[in-house]
């Protein structure tokens, strides 16, 4: 049962992702159909694709995170000997969880700092509200690592063994 609810919110994570891909794309189309037909643009389409593009590097990192292809390194598991991987693992996944989990608390910091004095983002949204990205993003990846930690590392082939 949890399997199913595990696949379930990763199927939710990258309908997300596609989503907003497309919203961003959709969005950029439109801004520069405006600007060249009518020589004009919507006011609110910069920042909120900044905006995007923020959130949608998270949750591509995020599920990076969620398969294992985010940026690692992985030379010092391929010249030990098997017996050594998995508390190896064990520690990389902590310590990337450590560094993930601190910058959410950052994240946390800029939005409280945003929040004393928000200026208007778009629409009445206030600026804080698209900052929301780093806390959420970076603590689910940290969240995600320390998972990761509990679960038996993947293989790994040694130097000198496989394909060149």
Do not use: N, Y
């Not at 919203?23 to 609110?44: E, H």
């Not at 689910?140 to 293989?155: E, N, Q, S």
């Amino acid at each position: 049962m949890p399997q199913r609810w595990l696949d379930r919110l990763h199927r939710v994570e990258d309908a997300l992702l596609a989503i907003l891909l497309g919203a961003l794309l959709l969005l950029s189309v439109a801004q520069i159909g405006l600007r060249l037909v009518f020589d004009s643009g919507l006011d609110w389409a910069e920042p909120v694709s900044r905006a995007g593009v923020l959130w949608l590097a998270l949750l591509g990192a995020l599920g990076a995170t969620r398969t294992g292809k985010h940026i690692a390194i992985d030379a010092l598991p391929r010249a030990l000997p098997a017996g050594a991987h998995r508390p190896l693992w064990a520690i990389a996944q902590v310590a990337a969880a450590i560094v993930a989990l601190w910058l959410a608390w950052l994240g946390v910091g800029l939005v409280a700092l945003e929040r004393e004095a928000p200026v208007p983002f778009v629409a009445g949204i206030p600026s804080w509200v698209p900052m929301l990205a780093l806390p959420v993003g970076f603590g689910l990846m940290g969240l995600r690592f320390l998972v990761a930690a509990c679960l038996p590392p993947p293989v790994v082939v040694a130097m000198g063994e496989g394909t060149p």
